[in-house]
Each structure stands twice: as C-alpha cells, then as structure tokens.
C-alpha cells in the first residue's frame, strides 16, 4: 500500500471559476515525484465548517499528510489556519515574534502605499501571527506564514496537514521548505519510489491508443502491472505509466509496442513536449525563427517566447490581424489576398515567407484562419486554418486543418499544430 | 437552506496535474447562475472506488445533485458511467440504439484516419453506449454520451448525478441540455435566486479591501447579511459580494463606501473586465490600436485579440524579441537603445510609437521588460517593466513597474498593467 495525501484548495474565488487552481495539480505533481499518491483534491469556499469537512474526508482516505492553499490572507474571509487547528485539537496563539516579522515585511508596502491606513493594515495583518499551538512555522515569501501542524499530542493518530497561502509564487517555495521539516518527512516515510513515463503523439484520436493497449494484452504484456492513463491535451495524445522500478522491462516491452504501431504519430518518448524539442532543435541547427500570425493574434509568438532561452533563436513576430497589416508588414501581396482570401494556402505561404524576410530569420511560420465566432462561410468555416512553414533553402511545410471548439480552443490548437510543422521541417521531413 | 450541489472531476491527468481542470469551476459558475452553491469539487483520479467515495462525500454534504466531468472515453480507465450506476444501484446495460447513433458519428472520423483498425475504434466506442439502466441519456457531442441518473426507484432519497464528457466544448452544451431535463429541474427546485455583484480595483494591495470592510461594520453596513469574498486575479483585487435580492440595499452602501475610499482604482463596478472596457472604450472612440511588445512576447496582441469583435479595432502587433528587431520593425533608434538599454522608459516611447506608425493605429503601446529567469542586474532588476501608451493627438502615459513573480508571472502581469494604462488614456487621464 503506497503512501497516500490529499489536498485542500480553498477560497470561494476559485470554487466559483474566477480563479483557476493552480496549486493543487503542482502540489499533486510533487507529491508525485516523492512517490506519493494523491487521494483527492477538495476545492471547497471560506466556509469554515465546509473546509473542516474535506479534511475529515481526505483523513478518511487513509491520508497520511493533507496540504491546504490558501485561506492565509488578511480578510476576515481567510480561515484555514483556525480550521487547522479545530482539526487537529490545538487552540489558537499569537505568536508574537511572528507578529514581528511580518510587520517587518510590510514596511515597504506601507511606504509604497503611505495614503493606505497604516494601522488598520498592521491589524489585517495581525491575524496572520495567530495560529495553532505548537505548529511549526513555514517562515512568509509574501505576508502570510505557511504551517505545518501535527495531531495534538493525545496519542490520536491522524495525517500531519501542511497550511501554505494561495499565490503560487507562494506556494510553491514554501513546500520546499515544509517538505524537508522532520514531521512531513516522518508522514511520508515508507513512499514507494515510483517511476513515470510519458509518451506523446499528434495526429491520431485517443481511440486508436485503446486499440493498442488491447493489443498489449493480446501480445502477452503484463499490463496490470503499469498504471497507464491516456489523454488528449492541446491536440495531442499523451500516455503516461507509473511503474515500480522493477517492472520497468514491462513498460520497455509497452513503448517498443506502440512505437512500432505508432511511428508517425509519436514525437516525444523521454517527456519533452514539442515546445522544448523546437527550441532545441532551432539551437541546435543554429537556427532563428519568425513569426507571421492572423487568427492566433500572438498566441504563437508568445509560445515561441514562454521557455527561457527563446531569446537566442526567437528573432520576433507579426501579429498581422487586419489585411492592411499583412500586406504592409509581412510583405503579402495585396492581389494574393483579393484573389484567394485572407484564409489561403498563397496567404499561408506568403506570410512565413514574409516573417522570414521582415525579421532576418532563418525559419518563417504563417498562420490565417477563421477562430470566430464570426466570419466563417460555407468553403471556410470557423476552424479552418492554414498554415506554413518555410525557410531559406526553400524547403517548406503547408497544410490546412479544421480544428473544432470554440474561439480560443482553435486559437490555442492552432499554436500546437503550428509547433509541430517546425518540429517536421527541423527534422528534415 | 440553500439547494446544494457537488462536482466531480475525474481523470488522472487532471489530478497530476498535466491537465488543467475547467470544468470545476465553470459548472460550479453556471449553478451559481442558478442559484445553486457548490458544497465542493472533488478532483480524483480513474480509479473507480475513489470516485465512488467522493460520490458518496457530496452526498453526505447534502447535495441534490452532482455532477461529473470525464471518465466517459473509449479507454478501458474511462468508468464514470458505471461507477455511477453502482452510486445509484442500477445495473449497466447495452443501449443498442445508442450504439448505433455513436457508430453514425464515428464514421467520418474513421474516413478521416483510414490505416486504423476500424473494427478495434468500433468495439472501443461500444463501451461508451452501456449505461445505468434508466438513465436519460445526452445525445453526445463528441462521441460520449452524458446520461442523468437518479437513484435506483426503491424508496431511497439521495443526489441526482448528471454525467458528463471531460472535453469542455463537449460538456458545455451538454450541460445545457441536462438542467432542462425534468430530474435535474426537480433536483434543483426551490434554489434562491441569489444576486452576484464585483467591484474591480487595480493599483492597491488586498490589504486596503480588508481595512474597508472593517469600516464597513464600523459605520454600521450589516455585512452579516452579504457573502463578500475578496482575491487577488492577475494583479486586480476582485470584491465579489453574493445576496438575496432583499438585501439588494446593504450591497449598495458596501459599493458606496469601497467607491468613496478607492476611487482612484476601482475601475469597475458591473463585472467587466478591463479587457472588455478596453475594446468598448476603442470602439467607442472609434479609435484603433497597435502593439509593439519585447518582453511579453506575444502576449498583449493575444489578450487583445481575444475578445471577440476585437478585429474592429485591433490593428496588430509587433513582437520584437530581440534588439535588431526593435530597430528594424518598430523604427527603435540603435543609438537609443545604446544608450539608454533596450528596457528603458526612451524604448518603450519608441515602441509605442514605432507600433502606431507601422500599423498606422491612433493608439500605441510599447512594453518593454526583463522577465527573467536571466537578464537581470542590480540597476534592471527579474520584473523591472517599461510600459508607454501614446495617441496621434500626443498624448501618453508611461510608467514602470517592478512585478514579483516568476517568468510567466512577470509576463502575464505585465499585460495587466498595460491594459490599464491604455484604459486611463482612452477614460482622458
């Protein structure tokens, strides 16, 4: 039996959709990575007596650790430190040396904000130096302190629960730190050192990956032993299996299978996503890219930018969303779009052609084609996108599809079939 | 009391983290809609006894009706439906009818990708058309169905469970078809038609929201009688206060008094976005508008574009990445950026006003930062941005700010701040 946690997200903000979650998927990720198994994420509001709740279910689930985010802010709203504490038997303190140190954070912000109520801010913040006693205190990358809090010491057992805040930037180094405190490190004895693999594909449905596992089966692979889970993200297919080390010949015996079945489909076998592999295929030939970009209005370029180290091959974009701007910045001819539509195969061409002379690079990419919701017809519907990719030696890759979705499902496939163009012509096909 | 409901969010890519769950919080907005609170959103992975225990967690919160997203695919770890009936004691069965609809919709798909094995894409489509029995059934949109199942009809009270597919653009509409079936309108009955208000503050931290609602109650507004939640959304404080119409009142003396202390950053009262009040403000106008940014990489142009209706007014962007870009496209002088550094309050003037004359826009906005991991020093500091916002008439705003965070932080951020400057300028300031 592995070593299992859960996670609490807490705030009304994010239960209600305003904001997006992106703790617990990076907590569940972590966990992960030590081997241990995440039972559950519970998004719950401010309510307290809700937030208490998902913890008595996650200690259900014969959690031994449970994370909380968020709840840690100033506003009466912000809860989860006292819940914490209810749960695990220890009353409220002010821990005043806290207190201090917090009041030391915020001298910048009050001379940044000095119209702002300075008294009432030290009291907001107040209330973040009080908490359970006998916590261990994760020291604030913000203003809020993060916790980790054990079980009262009445011989009750029950899961050690980590208290970190909301933001991200947070967050996150804030569990490096509860990690490597003795009482996370004593729940988490015992994890299983789990491996995790990932195939991706692009250009085949998910049902066709089914077809091949039932061939595993039928091939004799001890497929009970791996957990395999498939799904589609961004257009592609990805495959990931966690196994323990020892069956590692098992998924070996898996991924020769569907590279056999699945040779022009799969791209990635060692984890990489096509974003990493274009940007190390462009240093490694040396090479810079340009960007000329309709529909996607910047998504491409921004893509292009999004890892570190882009600078070195990513000379820079055209976002040419009106006709005026494709003719005058990316060089396309004006008749060329009378005559085909700005929707084109010619238009395509033109455009990573024009990127490339615009911006000096030596690999050109054009996108055009209808996001909508409007401005879709019978011969070019919503979806309809055409895309090239060019560069100087005259070697080239065009091609349309019809992605499906709504606006911004076609704006952002459109970017991924985008990247696998130059992942092709870098490869030499 | 209010009605209650409960999500589930199966799938194990969401639960470690590869994939980013939408559906949460988007069903839990559209309930909210309704009037319907979310007790919680249970994130679990494939695993059929968990997914039966979160089921039966949301049932214990009383909910009246859950619903699940994913789990519904062609793969052999795709099984919401029958952990679903096991939830609601009903035995699965065949819907051969069913079958033969899912058959008609796979056809072109199979024309689509001829080389695969037809009949294994049929046989793993079958599985998607044995459901509880009794269920109502969501004609499919991709090529799962979702289904309706009530409990078993032995007497036994308990949730609703509307089944959905995991793919947004699947589960939206899908959606909508199942709150007009009879079972969730009867699940539903008697929700309070709660109000939902939001008031929008840029240029101030969380900590000032929190010292209002203390005034709040000091100068006697019944607080008690609203739900207000605050948070942080990309760089923004949002209030978001939920009420019964009968205290529509109370509401308005909290709005009053966040108007009479905030005024210089509440920008928005009705629940737009400066995203909207920037494309309504350019149309309005009847002015258009052109970017040129660097360390945003594509990611102004992209927010801008992603309204729709946006091409009205969008011109286009320039993304210029690196130095010879700027000179080249956006008309920097070399010897500006010589002498002043490419992030610099004379580059970001340039590039706005490089940004109009190259796209011939009335308005211009350059940004130019350092978003880091490297590239920072003492003087320029990971975060440090440049922003300039101009008009032919000659007037600008141009600022800098210093954005914590990590590189997407820093980026993302940074196109908060210039759509805020381009805001003021449209509103005369």
Redesign the interface.
């Known amino acids: 039996m592995s070593v299992r946690a859960g996670i609490v997200v807490t ?12 703790n ?3 907590l ?2 972590r966990l ?1 990575e030590l081997g241990v198994d ?9 309510r307290p007596e ?1 937030i208490l ?2 913890l008595r ?1 996650l200690a259900g ?1 014969d959690c031994a650790l449970i994370v909380t985010s968020g709840g840690l ?5 912000d809860l989860t430190a006292e819940v914490v504490g209810r749960f695990q038997d220890r009353p409220m303190v002010l821990d005043t040396a806290l207190e201090g140190r917090i009041g030391e954070i915020l001298r910048p ?1 009050m001379a940044r ?1 000095p119209d ?2 300075q008294e ?2 030290l ?3 107040r209330k973040q130096a009080v908490i359970p006693q006998g916590a261990f205190v994760l020291e604030p990358v913000g203003t809020a302190p993060g916790l980790v809090v054990a079980p009262a010491a009445d011989g009750r057992r029950g899961p050690v629960v980590v208290v970190l805040p909301g ?3 947070e967050l996150q180094p804030m569990w490096s730190v509860a990690v490597s405190s003795p009482l996370v490190r004593g729940a988490l004895a015992g994890a299983v050192d789990y491996r995790r693999s990932m195939l991706r594909l692009f250009g ?8 091949t ?3 595993a089966v039928d091939a004799g692979i001890e497929l009970e032993r791996l ?7 961004r257009g592609e297919v ?1 495959v ?1 299996t966690r196994y323990e080390p020892a069956d590692a010949s098992v998924y070996e015996e898996l991924a020769a299978l569907v590279r056999s079945r699945h040779a022009d489909t799969l791209f990635s076998d060692d984890g990489t996503t096509v974003d990493e592999q274009v940007l190390a295929g462009l240093v490694s030939a040396g090479a810079t890219i340009a ?1 000329a970009e309709s529909c ?11 890892l ?1 180290g ?2 070195e091959v ?9 006709d ?2 494709k003719v ?2 990316a060089g396309v001819g004006a008749e060329v779009i009378a005559a085909c539509g700005a929707v084109s195969s010619e238009v395509a061409i033109a455009l990573a052609d024009g990127a490339r002379g ?3 690079a030596d690999v050109g990419v054009g996108v055009t084609g209808v996001a ?3 401005g879709g017809s019978a011969a070019k519907p919503v979806g309809l996108v055409w895309l090239s990719v060019s560069c100087g030696d005259g070697r080239r890759l065009t091609r349309s599809v019809t992605l ?6 076609v ?1 952002d496939r459109s970017t991924t079939v985008a990247l696998h163009l130059v992942r092709r012509l870098l490869a030499g096909e």
Chains 1, 2 share one sequence.
Request: net charge negative.
């Open positions: 705030g009304t903000e994010v239960l209600t959709g305003r904001v997006f979650d992106r617990g998927p990076w569940s990720d992960l995440t039972a559950a994420i519970v998004v719950v509001g401010d809700e709740r998902a279910f689930e802010g100033p506003t009466a709203d912000l904000w702002l109520d009432a801010l009291a907001s913040n933001p991200p930037r085949m449905p998910e049902s066709a990956i089914a077809a596992l039932r061939a957990e395999v889970t498939t799904c589609l993200r990805e990931v960007v996607t209005g910047g998504l491409l370029s921004a893509r292009l930018t999004e570190p882009s600078s990513m000379r820079g974009g055209l976002v040419v969303y009106s005026e701007a005058a910045l615009a911006l000096g909508g919701p409007g499906p979705g709504g606006r911004s499902d704006r």
